[in-house]
């Protein structure tokens, strides 16, 4: 039955990619016999309750393969009916060209970008194990199944993120490893000498090798793999790209096509299926059948142990009621003194720390400079229950690291860095703002105003290309109360991601009036006035109040803007800005007028800065607040 069931796997992927005329077919003809042992044998997943906090989670990092998993999930009893499968590719379809996070079909992660799966899955490795110390294995005890492909072993985020796993001794982490040694352009000896199987031994992790086609030694390996409680997997599994496409298999021309209609035609009389590929057997769809009723008892047992143990444990209770709440109460802090907004904010961040478990995070080793320490209790392979996590130097696997542990379940994960470092981390912030997930990403030493280290530390174009990617809030708070609705705003669980810019520089105590709600418009009046308006963020809110002083001649309104691309034209008119806009910030000057219409000029930066002290600075690329106001007051009269 294992053969034939495989067979169908196959051809149905072959032809939703035939019918699309677009595809990849290579990868679900090669992978198809891992993916029905998995399904069928191990992953612990219910088609009635796809979002048990309880089930294995499958990553399909080599995204690019979507057409297995949909195959599976469909022989399964998934919300993936047969018109979806038709639809592949197509507008509206639950089928993308690569998946997209979607837990109530059974795909925990948005995958195409290759690496990111990889580190996704390592994020959710460190989930299990967290959630398990906190709440009992009777309650979290799963595995991260996934399958990996030669151009994902290739990113660099791989490494950075399996290295972490095997520092972590992440055990329940189990990745097949599809070697059928070909991608796009060719065999992959041409562009990789690596030994995966030494360098992952290296790096912590048990390495087995299969054949991908034999489904005892993949059930073998599986079970050994199990069996290794202190080392994340690798099983390499050699594997025939494109298998049963007579002219195409083992080629790269199978790998981003599809077979075409003669191969398609040959390719079903090799693997001997005749009749209508999208028509299968009853006992296809039943095949899974008893493995998937098995899962929904486990579900229900597992249901009555939880409702069992919130009866009967306060403690558990109050622990589970946290973690599935959506809001969080503001901290009460008071402060008076002049300080970076990083020194606030990491004192803000580790007072909800103080009564809330399930904040985790930390930082690509710039703690001591971005100050954004949850706690002292650092996770590791000998504390598990640590929710303060050291990522190394390893920006691009924290980004993806920090989404695998959003997405699985309702954990606030964090990751914290410089903002020029960004850069590094954008593929996995847009990533976070397609999948909708709560990432939190905490970014310091905001503007050329860091000083001395000069323009490859000073970021001048980030912040507003952050701001161009949809979903993601980027917050950049100029005062102490802008500082805690700032927290408060991203710890909530939310379906987008955040991004909270800071300073490196002290920045001038003001304590506003203002609500929580205002904030969340985006922007609001600082102060009031008629004649002009100045509107700015962060730290050159204060520069504004500055350049006031200098126009006392003027009625001088200014708005402070922390969420600029949450403001509404509404929100903006109701704040009766005057005739004389000026916008102010230390950023990029290309994007201000996508906010804020008839701007008569905006100060900003448009060049690299230089390495110097920050007075010098300011006077370097005119920005004092005698220069300003001298300027603004020339185009006024």
């Known amino acids: 039955m294992f053969d034939d069931v495989t067979k169908s796997i196959r051809v149905l992927s072959a032809a939703a990619v035939e019918r699309a005329n677009s595809g990849h077919p290579g990868m679900p003809l090669g992978m198809a016999d891992i993916g029905v042992v998995l399904y069928k044998n191990f992953l612990k997943v219910s088609n009635k309750n796809p979002d048990w906090i309880n089930r294995d989670r499958f990553v399909l990092s080599a995204g690019h393969g979507s057409m297995l998993l949909y195959s599976l999930l469909h022989f399964n009893g998934f919300d993936i009916s047969l018109d979806e499968i038709k639809n592949f590719r197509q507008l509206g379809s639950k089928t993308a060209g690569h998946p997209e996070k979607n837990s109530e079909i059974g795909i925990d992660t948005t995958t195409g970008p290759l690496g990111q799966g990889f580190a996704n899955g390592v994020g959710l490795a460190v989930a299990e194990r967290y959630?398990?110390?906190?709440?009992?294995?009777?309650?979290?005890?799963?595995?991260?199944?996934?399958?990996?492909?030669?151009?994902?072993?290739?990113?660099?985020?791989?490494?950075?993120?399996?290295?972490?796993?095997?520092?972590w001794k992440l055990g329940k982490l189990i990745y097949f490893f599809d070697d059928n040694n070909i991608s796009i352009d060719g065999n992959v000896t041409q562009?990789?000498?690596?030994?995966?199987?030494?360098?992952?031994?290296?790096?912590g992790w048990d390495v087995l090798e299969i054949d991908a086609h034999e489904e005892n030694e993949i059930i073998g390996a599986v079970e050994s793999a199990k069996n290794v409680t202190n080392k994340p997997t690798l099983i390499i599994s050699k594997s025939t790209i494109g298998k049963y496409a007579p002219n195409k298999e083992n080629t790269s021309g199978v790998h981003g096509s599809p077979l075409g209609q003669n191969e398609f035609e040959l390719f079903l009389e090799n693997i001997e299926f005749s009749g209508d590929p999208f028509d299968h057997d009853s006992e296809i769809y039943s095949y899974f059948d008893e493995k998937r009723e098995e899962d929904n008892s486990k579900y229900d047992e597992w249901k009555a142990n939880l409702e069992s143990k919130l009866q009967s444990d306060k403690n558990f209770r109050q622990l589970w009621n946290q973690f599935n709440n959506l809001e969080i109460p503001e901290v009460e802090l008071e402060w008076s003194s002049d300080e970076a907004s990083r020194v606030v904010g990491g004192k803000i961040l580790k007072e909800y720390g103080l009564s809330n478990k399930f904040i985790i995070g930390g930082s690509a080793d710039l703690a001591a400079s971005t100050k954004q320490i949850i706690s002292d209790n650092t996770f590791g392979s000998n504390n598990y229950d640590g929710n303060s996590i050291e990522f190394g130097i390893r920006e691009h696997a924290m980004g993806?690291?920090?989404?695998?542990?959003?997405?699985?379940?309702?954990?606030?994960?964090?990751?914290?860095?410089?903002?020029?470092?960004?850069?590094?981390?954008?593929?996995?912030?847009?990533?976070?703002?397609?999948?909708?997930?709560?990432?939190?990403?905490?970014?310091?030493?905001?503007?050329?105003?860091?000083?001395?280290?000069?323009?490859?530390?000073?970021?001048?174009?980030?912040?507003?290309?952050?701001?161009l990617i949809p979903n993601l809030d980027v917050i950049r708070p100029s005062n102490s109360k802008e500082l805690i609705h700032s927290y408060r705003y991203a710890l909530e669980k939310r379906d987008n991601p955040i991004a909270i810019i800071l300073s490196r520089q002290n920045m001038k105590f003001f304590d506003q009036d203002l609500s929580y709600k205002d904030f969340q418009t985006g922007a609001y009046e600082f102060r009031p006035g008629t004649d002009i308006t100045l509107v700015a963020t962060g730290s050159e809110v204060e520069l504004a109040l500055e350049i006031s002083t200098k126009l006392s001649d003027f009625s001088v309104q200014i708005i402070s803007a922390p969420i600029l691309n949450r403001l509404s034209e509404e929100r903006l008119e109701s704040?009766?800005?005057?005739?004389?806009?000026?916008?102010?910030?230390?950023?990029?000057?290309?994007?201000?007028?996508?906010?804020?219409?008839?701007?008569?000029k905006s100060f900003s930066i448009d060049s690299f800065g230089e390495s110097a002290p920050i007075d010098q600075l300011a006077e370097k690329f005119n920005f004092s607040a005698e220069k300003i106001s001298n300027e603004i007051r020339s185009l006024l009269t």
């Open 400 to 467: 993806g690291i920090v989404n695998g542990l959003a997405l699985h379940s309702k954990l606030i994960p964090y990751g914290s860095t410089f903002l020029v470092f960004s850069d590094y981390m954008r593929p996995s912030m847009r990533l976070a703002s397609l999948m909708k997930v709560n990432s939190l990403f905490i970014f310091t030493h905001d503007s050329i105003y860091l000083g001395e280290d000069g323009p490859t530390h000073q970021p001048v174009e980030h912040l507003m290309s952050l701001r």
């Open 575 to 600: 704040l009766g800005l005057s005739q004389n806009i000026f916008t102010i910030e230390l950023g990029r000057t290309i994007g201000w007028d996508t906010y804020i219409k008839n701007i008569k």
């Open 131 to 167: 959630l398990s110390s906190v709440f009992g294995e009777d309650i979290v005890d799963h595995h991260i199944y996934g399958i990996v492909s030669d151009g994902d072993l290739m990113e660099g985020i791989s490494t950075e993120a399996a290295e972490l796993a095997g520092l």
């Open 191 to 203: 562009v990789s000498v690596t030994n995966q199987k030494e360098k992952f031994i290296s790096m």
